[in-house]
């Protein structure tokens, strides 16, 4: 199942997403291969065993297929998102838990691979996060140094856009009437005007360019000259 869109912030992409490598399948594939080549062998060594014999082996392929079968859902209900944005990761079928790790938080990112790993193409990524979740390890993950190198370029690319400079819009400038002279004369500020700045600073602390403290300080100002 995809990513929903409805949980994706404004502006934010999807640019990887990938379930767990086949190998987190573990026991319950082990137990199935196992059950099932048991069954063939006593069947072909002892054909003329008795039918309990083939029922008890049959039930037990049965129940290994049950919890093979559990396993894959659980598998498919598990997913890793990369984001221009944040790394995400869901897991639970029928309960969802989801670990977001915002980008701008990441500090490195490693990959592991056993020789078995290797082989199946399958590892760890270790995401070293600011802050109190230390180390993060995403498990049984496909080609690791390819998402690794995904999420690098994400990282990067939001470090470089936070150095980029800022243009700032400057509020215009009202002269200050003379004293003794009403805001509604011919030296004073129309309320229109103040107005409109009060729309223009509002504007400004949503796109994050004037601080809340900013914003307040010179919006009491503006309410002052209306």
Known sequence: MPFPVRLLAEGEQVVAEQHPHWSSLGWPLVSVLAAGGLTVGVVIAFPRAPFEVLYVL????GVALLWLVARQLRRMATSLVVTN????????????TNLEIRVERINELSCHQSIGGRLLREG????????????????HVPRPAELQSVISSQVSTWHRDARAPVMHTHLPVVDTPPAGVPLGGSGGTEPSSAAERLVQLDELRRRGIVSATEYETKKQELLRDL
């Open 58 to 61: 049959l039930s037990v392929v």
């Open 124 to 139: 760890e990524v270790l995401i070293e996060v600011s802050g109190e979740k230390g180390v993060v390890v995403l498990d």
């Open 85 to 96: 944005a944040r790394v995400v990761r869901r897991t639970g079928v029928l309960s969802r």
